[in-house]
């Protein structure tokens, strides 16, 4: 079988994602991603040029390559957000590895993305939020199962977290504080504030809970008493979803979106609800004020009377 990289490339690129882990703090699903679009780039590039890519003939590569392969990659069916990622993350390779062999990146680093909308966040209003916790609580006949599962959405859109970073929770952290301390992507920690209602919902959970929650084990536990698993809370917010007629946009994930996007519109500032959500760039937070802006509109049209 053909080699498609040469010893230093591979060499050089296990180099960078040592020090996307070690400097920059990327996430490990973060550093798979990468080393998969990156592998894959370099893939073409040696059957485009017709031999294996070293770190000379990367820096050899010119407009009319990365033409090529951005070509291929549509016609492989490959949507416009997914080439601009990976094309990101060549550039940053390429970036860092230019630096240290000393050649001129402009062709590569020139390479416009294609443009793309990216979707807005979808989230549940205020009244939608409060009946799908009520919903979820309803799910399941065991009782202590059914206290889990209000427990953890009520922790996702009480603080906003990820699902991961629900799940990451440990018995050490009951009874929640009235600040939270928070490890999110990129293994960075943000404080972000508890309201009563969540650290209700969690002690609730804990008295009824039947297994050991031992300060080094998770938090929530599923049915045998192993860690919560996050397809389990997607099934229940499913369900809850469907029996309210609610949109299949109504995920675990959206809880997040609706914490956000309701402080927004109780008067919250991006700068604060950025560190809330732990965005590493205010350009993600700022996607919140569009979705505030369509609902204005959307009461603005409902309530003035030309608008009707």
Not at 16 to 31: I, K, P, Q, V
Not at 56 to 61: K, P, S, W, Y
Request: proline share 6%.
């Amino acid at each position: 079988m053909t080699l498609d990289l040469s010893p230093g490339a591979r060499d050089a690129m296990q180099a960078w994602l040592s020090h996307m882990r070690a400097l920059d703090g990327a996430a490990e699903n973060t550093l798979t991603a990468y080393a998969g679009d990156l592998t894959a780039f370099l893939r073409f590039q040696a059957g485009h040029r017709g031999g294996p890519m070293g770190l000379a003939e990367i820096g050899r590569l010119g407009t009319a390559d990365m033409r090529a392969w951005m070509a291929a990659e549509r016609l492989r069916g490959t949507n416009a957000r997914s080439v601009a990622r990976r094309l990101s993350a060549v550039k940053s390779f390429v970036r860092w590895l230019c630096e240290r062999e000393g050649f001129d990146p402009t062709a590569i680093l020139s390479t416009r993305a294609p443009r793309f909308r990216k979707p807005l966040p979808r989230p549940l209003g205020r009244d939608a939020a409060r009946d799908l916790i009520e919903t979820v609580g309803m799910q399941h006949e065991t009782p202590w199962i059914a206290l889990r599962d209000v427990a953890v959405v009520t922790v996702l859109y009480g603080c906003g977290l990820r699902i991961s970073e629900g799940l990451a929770l440990m018995g050490a952290d009951a009874p929640l504080p009235d600040v939270l301390r928070v490890r999110g992507k990129g293994d960075k920690e943000r404080l972000v504030p508890v309201l009563p209602v969540a650290r209700k919902a969690v002690d609730r959970y804990v008295a009824a809970c039947p297994h050991d929650l031992t300060p080094q084990g998770p938090l929530f536990r599923g049915a045998r008493g192993g860690a919560l698993n996050a397809r389990i809370v997607a099934s229940v917010m499913a369900r809850a979803r469907m029996q309210l007629g609610l949109p299949s946009s109504a995920t675990p994930h959206a809880l997040r979106h609706s914490f956000a996007t309701h402080l927004l519109e109780a008067g919250g500032d991006l700068r604060s609800i950025q560190e809330l959500l732990g965005h590493a760039s205010l350009s993600t937070t700022q996607s919140y004020t569009a979705v505030d802006t369509v609902h204005l509109m959307e009461t603005y049209a409902r309530a003035h009377p030309h608008g009707r």
